[in-house]
């Protein structure tokens, strides 16, 4: 019997992000498909609780609570892991937030947090986990950008530049540790019904403004993301590095 590539079983995933939202749908996911999941937020409890569900779901799971912008406590907690649980065999840096002001009178300070969550933070837990995939020759990075990668609104300069900095730092990892056995690929969501969202899934005229900019005529929901997460993260993808996948309803694909 030929093995199923997209079998997850025994391998090591981390997720940050994912007490809540996107990041508990592909935290989710995995576990579904194999993985041992390890799930990552700021908040204890709420950390807690999520890998308490997933572990009610049958899927082995555990809180590793850590805040992503923080470069010393990632490291330290990566190698927590390394060292009590295995080699995290799949990275999923999906932690992010948004913040919305026009241009002229958006915060510094507000800039350098989107900044520093969306995009830094990719940076900062990357790393740790790729010193210790590198002497392996193995590991899948997935890195969730955005539809914003491509495409740009107002309100959200520094969101879009985020995100298209992701793409692209994503690229990079890809050129620079293909030739070391590690992919990197990118996860591209299109709208969502999120916590993130709340504001515009509940905006008549911009919901009714989506449906009729997207093929497919509706928002997107979370659970759909999972298997776009499976497949790079498995031997399914073994060939697959340094591609953005858009998971969008065919938004970006649309005038």
């Not at 790729?130 to 107002?154: D, F, K, Q, Y």
């Not at 070391?180 to 993130?196: D, H, M, Q, S, W």
Request: charged share 20%; hydrophobic share 45%; net charge neutral.
């Amino acid at each position: 019997m030929v093995p199923n590539p997209f079998d997850l079983g025994g391998r090591i995933a981390l997720v940050t992000g994912s007490n809540r939202g996107i990041g508990r749908a592909l935290a989710l996911g995995l576990g579904k498909a194999g993985a041992r999941v390890v799930v990552n937020g700021r908040g204890a409890a709420q950390t807690a609780a999520a890998a308490a569900e997933l572990a009610e779901l049958g899927i082995e799971a555990r809180a590793a609570v850590f805040d992503v912008t923080d470069p010393g406590a990632a490291a330290r907690e990566i190698d927590r892991i390394e060292a009590e649980m295995g080699p995290i065999d799949i990275l999923v840096n999906n932690a992010g937030m948004q913040q919305r002001a026009p241009i002229e009178t958006f915060p510094l300070a507000a800039l350098r947090q989107v900044m520093e969550t969306n995009l830094m933070s990719a940076f900062y837990v990357s790393q740790p986990v790729i010193r210790h995939m590198v002497p392996r020759a193995r590991g899948a990075i997935v890195n969730v950008c955005s539809v914003m990668s491509e495409l740009g609104r107002p309100t959200i300069v520094p969101y879009t530049a985020s995100k298209g900095g992701l793409k692209m730092m994503t690229r990079g990892l890809a050129a620079e540790l293909g030739p070391k056995g590690i992919r990197v690929n990118g996860i591209a969501p299109g709208y969502f019904r999120t916590e993130l969202n709340e504001a515009l899934v509940e905006d008549p005229e911009f919901s009714g403004w989506l449906t009729k900019r997207t093929p497919m005529g509706r928002w997107g929901d979370v659970e759909e993301l999972a298997g776009a997460a499976v497949f790079l993260a498995s031997d399914a993808a073994s060939f697959v590095t340094g591609q953005i996948l858009y998971v969008d309803g065919g938004m970006t694909s649309a005038v």
